[in-house]
């Protein structure tokens, strides 16, 4: 670990301006206990913040189900559609079956006219006629073959009745089957019909289960924004007790500081850079953050006393040491809580935490300040890798 004489040795001392640090800072005595006040309303906000995103998620889901209802709804209503397509064609195949039975109905009346007529004809013949028909014989044969023509025209109109009927039946029996598969596809278009109106009912409990999340989610937003003010009215007491009770002085220092970190790591992220962190845009960077395995030792730059240990939604697990003269230095996203106590003192080089990912943060890095007075300064100036 290598010693460098402060470049401009003003460095962020143990106060944590209000636009930064709201995790860490100063134990204040028990009759003033700003931080423990700050850390509770930081608890409460963060409480309401989830019961938002809850309401969120469940506001989500109820859109996801009302839209897969009404994905449903429209393959039934495509279904009823082709339901009565069908129907319209099947009363019209048994519009036509009717009127083929008819006709076939009207064929038969008239053979049966035809074939009463004769029947009468040859009952008179029968009757009156036949010693006319035996006179006019000039022989047997005539006679035989006379008879044989009679009995062979009845018997040709009976077989013909016989048949038209036996088709009428088949006709009758078609128009039923056809008037059967009606009714089924009636049925089903019921069936349909009931489930579409399910749906119907369904969705329109989805919307007022949406319309009541809207409303509760707008409700916690109000939650949320007053717990929000009150986390920053905290917060900013704190900050204000802090820059009350930390040292202040000149900034410069005896000793240099030190890398704080064994190795030199890779820094990312420079003082004052502009950078993008899980989707979320931040300006004029606080510190300096150097990208390192997690779990390396994080080194206290300089000789002082810890004045933080807490842990905040934007830094994380953070430490933070008063080195006197106005100086203070900052630690953050360290993978567990400080391992030294806030009021200790510690020495350069000691082991302060190790290095994490906690907070806002998207790998294993440390992000280090430096403060005089309260006032942020680039580590650069104070700071040089080994």
């Not at 039934?76 to 006709?103: M, P, T, W, Y």
Request: aromatic share 6%; with cysteine; net charge negative.
């Amino acid at each position: 670990m290598k010693r460098i004489k402060p470049v401009l040795c003003r460095t962020a001392c143990g106060l944590l301006a209000a636009a930064l640090l709201s995790p860490v800072l100063l134990a204040p005595p028990a009759a003033a206990d700003y931080k423990s006040d700050w850390e509770q309303k930081e608890q409460e906000l963060a409480a309401e913040k989830e019961k938002y995103e809850q309401i969120e998620n469940q506001k989500d889901q109820a859109k996801k189900q009302q839209q897969s209802l009404k994905n449903q709804q429209s393959i039934i209503l495509d279904q009823i559609s082709q339901s009565i397509e069908q129907i319209n064609q099947k009363e019209l195949e048994i519009s036509n079956q009717e009127q083929v039975i008819a006709e076939k109905q009207a064929e038969i009346d008239e053979r049966w006219g035809d074939f009463k007529d004769r029947m009468q004809a040859m009952q008179v013949m029968h009757d009156s006629g036949a010693v006319a028909m035996i006179t006019s014989a000039q022989n047997l044969y005539d006679l035989l073959t006379f008879s044989t023509t009679l009995q062979q025209i009845s018997q040709k109109d009976t077989d013909v009745l016989e048949e038209m009927n036996a088709q009428k039946a088949q006709l009758e029996e078609e128009k039923k089957e056809l008037e059967q598969a009606m009714a089924e596809l009636e049925s089903a278009k019921a069936a349909l019909e009931e489930k579409s109106g399910q749906l119907s009912a369904n969705i329109q409990a989805q919307d007022a289960a949406i319309s009541k999340l809207d409303a509760d989610a707008k409700a916690q937003e109000q939650v949320v924004a007053e717990k929000q003010k009150l986390a920053d009215e905290a917060e900013a007491a704190y900050e204000q007790w802090v820059k009350q009770n930390a040292s202040s002085g000149s900034g410069e220092c005896a000793e240099g500081f030190i890398w704080p970190l064994p190795s030199a790591g890779r820094v990312t992220t420079e003082f004052g850079a502009n950078q993008w962190v899980n989707g979320v845009f931040s300006s004029g960077h606080k510190g300096i953050d150097i990208a390192i395995a997690g779990g390396t030792p994080i080194y206290a730059a300089h000789n002082g006393t810890v004045v933080a240990t807490t842990g905040h939604s934007s830094y994380g697990n953070v430490v933070m040491i008063d080195n006197g003269d106005g100086i203070s230095t900052l630690y953050a996203h360290m993978q567990g809580p400080a391992i030294v106590g806030v009021g200790s003192t510690v020495t350069q080089g000691q082991v302060i935490g190790y290095v994490g990912s906690t907070g806002n943060s998207s790998g294993n890095h440390l992000h280090f300040e430096v403060r005089v007075n309260g006032v942020r300064q680039n580590p650069r100036n104070y700071i040089s890798p080994p």
